[in-house]
């Protein structure tokens, strides 16, 4: 059983932008963080932005200043992660995953450390 869902992954043409969806259900309490990470056909695991349940976020060198990570929580304690992608590049196709730690003394993100994760939603960008 996979708990988190990501969306909006898809095809567009380099300059262009994207938003990614990641659901965490409601049963999933106590976060301290969640992040995006991606992969590219025959490269390593890369993280890309992370965000602390204080809201401080980090980002990779690669996506700063284009990428945005944020979050809500709902009603009915459901969260949701999102990820807008602007300025899109070549290089950033890749699979895309969202992940969430639980609570923990550190609130670190390496992928082992994460506590969930989703299936990926492929992101390609063309010339």
């Known amino acids: 059983q996979v708990p988190l869902v990501e969306s909006g992954g898809g095809s567009v043409q380099a300059g262009g932008s994207l938003k990614l969806s990641c659901a965490a259900p409601g049963y999933i309490f106590s976060i301290c963080g969640m992040a995006w990470y991606r992969q590219a056909a025959g490269k390593a695991r890369e993280l890309v932005a992370t965000i602390a349940d204080d809201g401080t976020t980090t980002y990779a060198d690669s996506v700063m200043g284009r990428f945005t990570i944020s979050q809500i929580s709902q009603h009915n304690a459901q969260r949701t992660l999102y990820l807008q992608l602007n300025s899109l590049k070549t290089e950033d196709t890749a699979v895309y995953y969202c992940?969430?730690?639980?609570?923990?003394?550190?609130?670190?993100?390496?992928?082992?450390?994460?506590?969930?994760w989703g299936n990926g939603t492929l992101v390609n960008i063309s010339s």
């Open positions: 992940a969430a730690r639980m609570h923990a003394i550190h609130c670190t993100f390496n992928w082992d450390a994460m506590d969930f």
